[in-house]
T-cell receptor, first 108, second 115 residues
Framework: GQSLEQPSEVTAVEGAIVQMNCTYQ??????LSWYQQHDGGAPTFLSY????GLEETGRFSSFLSRSDSYGYLLLQELQMKDSASYFC?????????FGKGTRLHILP | EAGVVQSPRYKIIEKKQPVAFWCNPI?????LYWYLQNLGQGPELLIR????????DSQLPKDRFSAERLKGVDSTLKIQPAELGDSAVYLC?????????????FGPGTRLTVL
């Protein structure tokens, strides 16, 4: 089987940096991806790590370490619009399996 | 370019009634997915289509759920009869294909409430 663990909630201050972690217990997956979902909205793709290491896209960075079964999403220069849920997901057997998500609260 | 279109956006029905959801994927996307999302949870795959073929329906409760994608384009997901526990958001997503990782594009979902 497979499971992905994410903290249920994280709170950070506008303008700061926040890291949201994802640990997993699965094997044989091809990569780790991250999706953002605002309340009432559709999940939208943020990043995909096929290889270990750091991927950077603007204010968002994602990291994967297969040896540690661990990944994280890093958001810099937080803005109020970043308040949302963030899901890590593994790509395996031609499908994506999502974690339960971390709800990010941003304080002004 | 239009994104993934779903209708209706909201549906309220009484238990034991049938309900159907419709999805039109992004043009040219061969792979179509139906997900169920409960409040505070991540999306859970119900069924995946490659063109008109259902290649993964292992998580679809086949006693009451059915789906079709007859011409390999738009798709319908049906529940008959609906139960109280079916209240959730039903998301449709599409991608170019699934052989190699491809970003999935999600529709806005249909929020189903079963009374």
């Amino acid at each position: 089987g497979q499971s992905l663990e994410q903290p249920s909630e994280v709170t950070a201050v506008e303008g700061a940096i926040v890291q949201m972690n994802c640990t997993y217990q699965t094997s044989g997956f091809y990569g780790l991806s991250w999706y953002q979902q605002h309340d009432g909205g559709a999940p939208t793709f943020l990043s995909y790590n096929a290889l270990d290491g750091l991927e950077e896209t603007g204010r968002f960075s994602s990291f994967l370490s297969r040896s540690d079964s661990y990944g994280y999403l890093l958001l810099q220069e937080l803005q109020m619009k970043d308040s949302a849920s963030y899901f890590c997901a593994v790509f395996r057997d031609d499908k994506i399996i999502f974690g339960k998500g971390t709800r990010l609260h941003i304080l002004p | 370019e239009a994104g993934v279109v779903q209708s209706p956006r909201y549906k309220i029905i009484e238990k034991k009634q049938p309900v159907a959801f419709w999805c039109n994927p992004i043009s040219g996307h061969n792979t179509l997915y139906w997900y169920l999302q409960n409040l505070g949870q991540g999306p859970e795959l119900l069924i995946r289509y490659e063109n008109e073929e259902a290649v993964d329906d292992s998580q679809l409760p086949k006693d009451r759920f059915s789906a079709e994608r007859l011409k390999g384009v738009d798709s319908t997901l049906k529940i008959q009869p609906a139960e109280l526990g079916d209240s959730a958001v039903y998301l449709c997503a599409s991608s170019l294909d699934s052989g190699q990782y491809n970003e999935q594009f999600f529709g806005p979902g249909t929020r189903l409430t079963v009374l």
